[in-house]
């Protein structure tokens, strides 16, 4: 079954407003890895967390892991239409040879 | 900048027909992968290869067979297409076979079983 989980699985917001997404693990993850999905592309690659308690910032994007590496964060301040897409969290099982992606979360921003 | 090449982009089959998916990347990766990607079911780890010669099973690897015979190359094979098959199927590298290395999509190949 899927290792990582991420809620919610869809989010519609107004542009300007702010938008999460949480990942799950039922393990302690080494890293975890977010990345983006346009409606119709691939997944392109964001950012990678490592340390416990880490927080990362890109531009509007801040990405928290949590404390005892088993939970992870993606916040967007003030969304824009740019944002919309799907966004997944990816960990890696076990040796780190397989990479378990979430469920990901569909961002949907209403202009 | 090829990076990771997947082929078809679209394909139709009919049920009990057989088809491969071709992926090359050309950055010289270890790790390759095939995932699908179904709705609400995020992205599924089908097989996977660290290297040439040596392959693993995923997530959801029954009714795939895959190959690594040479470090650019991982075709994904359907011996017997079922429409539970029906999906959006991602090849993917990353430069080693260990956690923490960025890992870098193909395009995407939409696959329908009819």
């Known amino acids: 079954g899927q290792q990582v989980m991420q809620i919610p699985q869809y989010q519609h917001v107004q542009e300007g407003e702010d938008f999460t997404t949480y990942c799950n693990s039922s393990?302690?993850?080494?890293?975890i890895q977010w990345y983006k999905q346009r409606p119709g592309g691939h997944p392109v690659f964001l950012i990678q967390l490592v340390k416990s308690g880490e927080v990362k910032k890109q531009k509007r994007l801040t990405f928290q892991f949590g404390e005892a590496k088993k939970n992870s964060s993606l916040h967007i301040t003030a969304t824009q239409t740019t944002d919309v897409g799907t966004y997944f969290c990816?960990?890696?099982?076990?040796?780190?040879?397989?990479?378990?992606f979430g469920t990901g979360t569909s961002l949907t921003v209403i202009p | 900048n090829a990076g990771v090449t997947q082929t078809p982009k679209f394909q139709v089959l009919k049920t009990g027909q057989s088809m491969t998916l071709q992926c090359a990347q050309d950055?010289?990766?270890?790790?390759m992968s095939w995932y699908r990607q179904d709705p609400g079911m995020g992205l599924r780890l089908i097989h996977y290869?660290?290297?040439?010669?040596?392959?693993d099973q995923g997530e959801v690897p029954n009714g795939y067979n895959v190959s690594r015979s040479t470090t650019e190359d991982f075709p994904l094979r359907l011996l017997s297409a079922a429409p539970s098959q029906t999906s959006v199927y991602f090849c993917?590298?990353?430069?080693?076979?260990?956690?923490?290395?960025?890992?870098?999509f193909g395009e995407g190949s939409w696959l329908t079983v009819v």
């Open positions: 990816a960990g890696p099982k076990g040796t780190g040879n397989q990479f378990y």
């Open positions: 290869s660290v290297g040439a010669g040596i392959t």
């Open positions: 950055m010289n990766h270890e790790y």
């Open positions: 993917a590298s990353s430069f080693r076979a260990s956690s923490g290395n960025t890992i870098y």
């Open positions: 393990t302690t993850l080494s890293n």
